[in-house]
């Protein structure tokens, strides 16, 4: 069983930073991972995902150039820099990694995506 777990959310004003990292645990041999984000009343959605060992990540246009997804390898963790956050960046965010073994690239869908964190509140206000 893999485990994700987050950490980093806060408050931040319009045009501010912060930083989400998730700890992964358990064995894992699946090679797509990533961030999601849910806001009030909307459905969960991509921010971006990667595939593990190679290639760029797949960002959502929404976070294009303001949001930078990296993973460290040694300490199995996952990060996600976010800058000039905007209140629409309000939501829950949770790291996800999905069972998949693509040959293309992973996809921004959270259907494909079988383990999930608890997430982490991110609350940007104008």
């Known amino acids: 069983q893999v485990h994700l777990v987050e950490s980093g959310g806060g408050s931040v004003q319009a045009g501010g930073s912060l930083s989400l990292s998730c700890t992964v645990s358990?064995?894992?041999?699946?090679?797509?991972m990533g961030w999601f984000r849910q806001a009030p009343a909307k459905e969960r959605e991509g921010v971006g995902v990667?595939?593990?060992?190679?290639?760029?990540?797949n960002y959502a246009d929404s976070v294009k150039g303001r949001f930078t997804i990296w993973r460290d390898n040694a300490k199995n963790t996952m990060h996600v820099q976010m800058s000039n956050l905007k209140p629409e960046d309000t939501a829950m965010y949770y790291c996800?990694?999905?069972?998949?073994?693509?040959?293309?690239?992973?996809?921004?869908?959270?259907?494909?995506?079988?383990?999930w964190g608890q997430g982490t509140q991110v609350t940007v206000s104008s």
């Open positions: 990667f595939k593990a060992g190679e290639g760029p990540t």
């Open positions: 358990g064995y894992y041999y699946g090679e797509c």
């Open positions: 996800a990694a999905a069972r998949l073994r693509p040959s293309g690239s992973c996809p921004l869908g959270t259907s494909a995506y079988n383990y």
